[in-house]
């Protein structure tokens, strides 16, 4: 199972999800709200990381569990290498949108690149992100493995 219990933080942005989530989810909610356009009334909530849970994390068909995601055009393993992202915090808003949060306490931390080593995960990220490039119908010419992957 891709559940991973955590330590309470004591910095950086796992204490700070963790603290909004389980002490404020107000606070993160109504930003949420802002930055999404959401209507008032559109509530989250929060899956993970609970404090009653183990602060617990999510990756893998796992965390689409927790979701009560089913996907039915493509397994996600057949999307995805096994040991994909491994999610900070997991939401589902009142109207069945899903947050998927990847937490950031500095820019510094956005900066990042592929790193899986294994040919055939290799392969399978990118063919993965150009299948999504075409879907979103994206025209940028930046590779999505790069900077800011």
């Not at 909610?29 to 509530?43: G, P, Q, T």
């Amino acid at each position: 199972m891709a559940r991973f219990p955590q330590p309470q933080a004591k910095r950086g942005s796992q204490k700070w999800i963790q603290e909004l989530i389980n002490d404020k989810p107000e606070i993160l909610n109504s930003k949420i709200r802002s930055a999404l356009n959401f209507s008032e009334e559109e509530d989250v909530q929060w899956l993970s990381p609970l404090k009653s849970d183990g602060y617990a994390e999510y990756r893998d068909q796992t965390f689409l569990n927790l979701l009560n995601v089913k996907l039915e055009k493509m397994p996600l393993a057949q999307f995805w290498p096994k040991g994909g992202p491994q999610w900070d915090a997991l939401g589902k808003s009142s109207s069945g949108k899903l947050l998927l949060v990847e937490a950031k306490s500095h820019i510094s931390e956005l900066i990042s690149t592929l790193h899986a080593e294994d040919e055939r995960s290799v392969k399978k990220i990118q063919k993965s992100l150009k299948e999504t490039k075409r879907y979103l119908n994206s025209k940028a010419h930046i590779e999505w493995s790069q900077c800011f992957y």
